[in-house]
């Protein structure tokens, strides 16, 4: 096993890394921005040091300054955790190229699903359904009103590199289209640098359902069940859940089977994530894979027991995984709400700073944070600051632990969604198992309006 | 006059108004950036605009004024 690995990353990611290296012995070398110095994350790993100013393009996207630390400090391996570099393939190759183990796929691989577009490509090579829609970029709002005509409306507008929900949009007809091609385009090239835009159907009551594998470097993938995660707010997801409540032991075989076809299919090693849409009758199509650890990869370790980050070390230092298929629990059910620093009814951001903070705690209960009473919410970074989980025999067991533990989550100084996750835990709607994308818009945003 | 404010901290992504521009009551005449979020900022009248205190990339404070409209 490694002795030093870096976590190129910060917040509850971090803090998770550095609790699975603490579990086996790991040496742990932390990098922070200067927002971020009296972080837990910071006084917990072995070692840390400031890598720049707030901003990310500063200091956690500052490619070359972590890897100097990295070889200074002997590292031998850099963990990206989600977000900011893990999903940079020049990042990747730069880490072999000074003589790092990039805990994740191969530089070739991570470049190949960042494009939406070539993924989509590759995925349909590989047999995998894919929504149907256009496979090459649209350059004007000329070529995209000829293709969405052949394709027909509702449509989603997507950017090929989009993240997080930027640089998409649901449109319904074709004054639609024009009004948000530009808007789109123009905001893809300014966050990602790349304005490649394309278009699919739009699937009705669409249900956000994803795979969560692992693939050793020897040509080993096991499908670690599914994870539904259809609650989502500007297009991220807020809560999620294992298993999918909705889908049949039928559609749940193949999706697996779909997903490990397309590990093989690209050669894929490490942890990675194929993400499905299902529609009503549970047909699934390929949306996009994550060729990292997500942040909802704690529902996959409450019901199957295995610890991913444990799995990742594992991988990127050449053993064959331990298990098969076969082998993999799925033992009861587990739900995570991620605790965001927002407005419950806007979702707009809230930073400040937390006056009082006390995590909840009982059976089943597991939290993922990395902030405490005293520590500033800053506007730098992601406003996520921390994921409550719990495990239940049962699903309405582990909707009932949740709505407990959210109740006695306590924190103040700054506003937080707990309001609207209490509400959402508690609907008749997500405690029926049906929920899809459109959740928020139904049924949370309604019943504001309705309370007043 | 009026004078607009930022209503949280973050970086100045877009300037959409110049000196002089006539806006319009619920024109967005600024676009925020905060944790990995658009949040724009509209004025409440009408009227002219006689100074822009910021540019782009620019890093504000919650309520820190950056623009005046006359």
Redesign the interface.
């Given at each position: 096993m490694f002795s030093k690995i870096l976590i190129a990353n910060r917040g509850e990611i971090a803090l998770r890394v550095i609790r699975t290296c603490q579990k086996l012995g790991i040496q742990t070398v932390a990098i922070y921005s200067e927002a971020d110095a009296e972080s837990i994350f910071v006084r917990e790993a072995n070692e840390a040091y400031c890598v720049g100013k707030p901003p990310v393009n500063q200091s956690y996207l500052n490619a070359d300054e972590i890897i100097r630390v990295a070889k200074e400090s002997q590292a031998e391996a850099v963990h990206p955790g989600y977000g900011l570099l893990s999903e940079n393939a020049g990042f990747a190759r730069k880490c072999m190229e000074n003589g790092l183990v990039f805990i994740g796929p191969s530089p070739d691989i991570i470049a190949s699903m960042g494009s939406k577009i070539e993924a989509r490509k590759t995925m349909k090579e590989a047999g995998v359904p894919i929504i149907e829609g256009i496979n090459t970029s649209l350059e004007s709002e000329e070529e995209a009103k000829l293709a969405a005509e052949k394709i027909g409306y509702p449509l989603m507008l997507k950017a090929s590199a989009g993240g997080g929900g930027i640089g998409m949009q649901l449109v319904n007809s074709e004054e639609e289209l024009l009004k948000a091609f530009a808007g789109n385009k123009k905001r893809a090239e300014s966050f990602f640098g790349d304005g490649a835009m394309f278009l699919e159907k739009y699937i009705s009551e669409p249900h956000h359902i994803e795979v969560q594998i692992l693939a050793d470097t020897h040509g080993n993938v096991v499908p670690l069940w599914e994870r539904e995660c259809s609650i989502q707010r500007r297009n991220q997801k807020v809560v999620e859940e294992a298993p999918s409540p909705f889908i049949n032991e039928e559609t749940r075989s193949k999706m697996l089977d779909a997903a490990v076809k397309a590990a093989h299919h690209i050669g894929y090693s490490n942890a990675g994530t194929i993400e499905f849409l299902v529609d009503k009758e549970q047909n699934f199509y390929f949306l996009e894979m994550n060729t990292r650890l997500q942040v909802e990869h704690p529902v996959t370790e409450e019901i199957t027991g295995l610890d991913l980050v444990e799995e990742q070390l594992k991988v990127a230092i050449g053993e064959k995984l331990s298990f098969t298929r076969e082998d993999v629990n799925r033992n009861g059910h587990a739900i995570e709400v991620r605790i965001y620093a927002e407005d419950p009814k806007t979702f707009f951001p809230s930073p400040g700073k937390i006056t009082e903070f006390q995590l909840p705690v009982g059976e089943g209960i597991r939290n993922e944070c990395a902030i405490e009473s005293g520590s500033q919410v800053t506007p730098f970074y992601d406003p996520m600051i921390g994921k409550l989980v719990a495990w239940g025999p049962t699903r309405g067991e582990a909707c009932e632990r949740i709505k407990n533990a959210l109740e006695n989550y306590k924190i103040e100084g700054i506003k937080t969604n707990i309001p609207m996750l209490i509400k959402t835990v508690s609907h008749e709607q997500f405690l029926s198992g049906y929920t899809t994308t459109q959740f928020v818009n139904e049924f949370y945003l309604p019943l504001l309006t309705s309370t007043k | 006059m009026a004078k607009i404010e930022a209503?949280?901290?973050?970086?100045v992504?877009k300037v959409l108004v110049k000196e002089g521009d006539q806006v319009t009551a619920g024109q967005e005449v600024v676009i925020l950036e905060?944790?990995?979020?658009?949040?724009p900022v509209s004025v409440e009248a009408d009227g002219t605009v006689t100074k822009v205190h910021v540019q782009e990339g620019d890093?504000v404070n919650d309520s820190d004024i950056i623009v005046d409209v006359e």
């Amino acid at each position: 096993m490694f002795s030093k690995i870096l976590i190129a990353n910060r917040g509850e990611i971090a803090l998770r890394v550095i609790r699975t290296c603490q579990k086996l012995g790991i040496q742990t070398v932390a990098i922070y921005s200067e927002a971020d110095a009296e972080s837990i994350f910071v006084r917990e790993a072995n070692e840390a040091y400031c890598v720049g100013k707030p901003p990310v393009n500063q200091s956690y996207l500052n490619a070359d300054e972590i890897i100097r630390v990295a070889k200074e400090s002997q590292a031998e391996a850099v963990h990206p955790g989600y977000g900011l570099l893990s999903e940079n393939a020049g990042f990747a190759r730069k880490c072999m190229e000074n003589g790092l183990v990039f805990i994740g796929p191969s530089p070739d691989i991570i470049a190949s699903m960042g494009s939406k577009i070539e993924a989509r490509k590759t995925m349909k090579e590989a047999g995998v359904p894919i929504i149907e829609g256009i496979n090459t970029s649209l350059e004007s709002e000329e070529e995209a009103k000829l293709a969405a005509e052949k394709i027909g409306y509702p449509l989603m507008l997507k950017a090929s590199a989009g993240g997080g929900g930027i640089g998409m949009q649901l449109v319904n007809s074709e004054e639609e289209l024009l009004k948000a091609f530009a808007g789109n385009k123009k905001r893809a090239e300014s966050f990602f640098g790349d304005g490649a835009m394309f278009l699919e159907k739009y699937i009705s009551e669409p249900h956000h359902i994803e795979v969560q594998i692992l693939a050793d470097t020897h040509g080993n993938v096991v499908p670690l069940w599914e994870r539904e995660c259809s609650i989502q707010r500007r297009n991220q997801k807020v809560v999620e859940e294992a298993p999918s409540p909705f889908i049949n032991e039928e559609t749940r075989s193949k999706m697996l089977d779909a997903a490990v076809k397309a590990a093989h299919h690209i050669g894929y090693s490490n942890a990675g994530t194929i993400e499905f849409l299902v529609d009503k009758e549970q047909n699934f199509y390929f949306l996009e894979m994550n060729t990292r650890l997500q942040v909802e990869h704690p529902v996959t370790e409450e019901i199957t027991g295995l610890d991913l980050v444990e799995e990742q070390l594992k991988v990127a230092i050449g053993e064959k995984l331990s298990f098969t298929r076969e082998d993999v629990n799925r033992n009861g059910h587990a739900i995570e709400v991620r605790i965001y620093a927002e407005d419950p009814k806007t979702f707009f951001p809230s930073p400040g700073k937390i006056t009082e903070f006390q995590l909840p705690v009982g059976e089943g209960i597991r939290n993922e944070c990395a902030i405490e009473s005293g520590s500033q919410v800053t506007p730098f970074y992601d406003p996520m600051i921390g994921k409550l989980v719990a495990w239940g025999p049962t699903r309405g067991e582990a909707c009932e632990r949740i709505k407990n533990a959210l109740e006695n989550y306590k924190i103040e100084g700054i506003k937080t969604n707990i309001p609207m996750l209490i509400k959402t835990v508690s609907h008749e709607q997500f405690l029926s198992g049906y929920t899809t994308t459109q959740f928020v818009n139904e049924f949370y945003l309604p019943l504001l309006t309705s309370t007043k | 006059m009026a004078k607009i404010e930022a209503g949280m901290a973050g970086n100045v992504w877009k300037v959409l108004v110049k000196e002089g521009d006539q806006v319009t009551a619920g024109q967005e005449v600024v676009i925020l950036e905060s944790m990995k979020m658009e949040i724009p900022v509209s004025v409440e009248a009408d009227g002219t605009v006689t100074k822009v205190h910021v540019q782009e990339g620019d890093f504000v404070n919650d309520s820190d004024i950056i623009v005046d409209v006359e």
